[in-house]
């Protein structure tokens, strides 16, 4: 496997710059010829990059703080690290967002889809699930519909549950939900169409955001998973993803 072309990016912090200018004095970069995206940052620079739907595998390396979908960085022996290590496929979720003008913005998100109040008002929000309507008025900070690789980000820290990454399922978790009180969101066959309409966008205005992508203003948000996209990540046998989420579902 030493015939594995890599080509290298890397976020704009002087430490990945730096770390990108010394893998490519080792590695050559192949560039339009490479079989691996070695992609060197943060979870957000990586997030960023699957953005763009590179069609390489990546090979993410940690240069953030927390890197949850990346490997630790070990400069020495990188093709074999990288030629050894396991894939896995994850299918992003759709958002079309139609804002207060009319316009629509169609956005793909690895994590999350998530809606915020803008203004100190409560958003109030109507949840409707494959066309049958659910909630009537959500009353809430906002609510976010993520993926089982989302789920131990924001999700985890709005309470929502850890999905493991074979699941088929989606998260639907409100953060800071007023009322209803008790309502802890719910779990969606990954085929669900969920569809999130604002009421009086006006005086309660509501941001969406497609992982680090937002869109103001928004009248209602369309969220579905593209079955038919997926992005290869690959991930050291001792670091998957798989396992990573299994252990957090155990973390005291």
């Given at each position: 496997?030493?015939?594995l072309r890599l080509t290298f990016c890397a976020s704009g912090t002087a430490e990945a710059q730096e770390t990108?200018?010394?893998?490519?004095?080792?590695?050559?970069?192949?560039?339009?010829?490479a079989d691996v995206l070695v992609c060197i940052g943060g979870d957000g620079f990586l997030l960023e990059t699957l953005s763009n739907a590179p069609k390489l595998p990546v090979y993410g390396v940690n240069l953030g703080t927390v890197g949850f979908l990346l490997n630790p960085f070990v400069p020495e022996g990188l093709v074999e690290r990288v030629a050894h290590a396991r894939s896995i496929?994850?299918?992003p979720l759709e958002m079309r967002a139609v804002d207060t003008n009319g316009g629509e913005h169609k956005i793909n998100a690895l994590n999350e889809v998530a809606l915020f109040r803008q203004t100190r008002q409560a958003a109030q929000i109507e949840?409707?699930?494959d066309d049958t309507p659910r909630m009537e008025a959500l009353v809430c900070d906002g609510i976010l519909v993520?993926?089982?690789?989302?789920?131990?980000a924001y999700n985890l820290s709005a309470h929502g549950p850890i999905l493991?990454?074979?699941?088929?399922?989606l998260g639907l978790t409100?953060?800071?939900?007023?009322?209803?009180?008790?309502?802890?969101?719910?779990?969606?066959p990954d085929d669900s169409k969920v569809t999130l309409r604002i009421t009086d966008?006006?005086?309660?205005?509501?941001?969406?955001?497609?992982?680090?992508?937002?869109?103001?203003?928004v009248s209602e948000v369309h969220v579905r998973l593209t079955k038919n996209q997926a992005q290869t990540l690959l991930f050291d046998p001792d670091h998957h993803l798989e396992e990573r989420i299994m252990q957090e579902q155990f973390q005291e």
């Open positions: 496997m030493s015939s990108l200018l010394k893998l490519q004095a080792i590695y050559p970069d192949s560039g339009s010829d496929s994850i299918h949840i409707e699930i993520c993926t089982p690789a989302g789920s131990t493991p990454l074979r699941s088929k399922l409100p953060i800071s939900a007023f009322r209803p009180r008790r309502w802890r969101g719910a779990l969606l966008p006006t005086k309660r205005p509501v941001s969406a955001t497609a992982d680090s992508t937002e869109v103001r203003d």
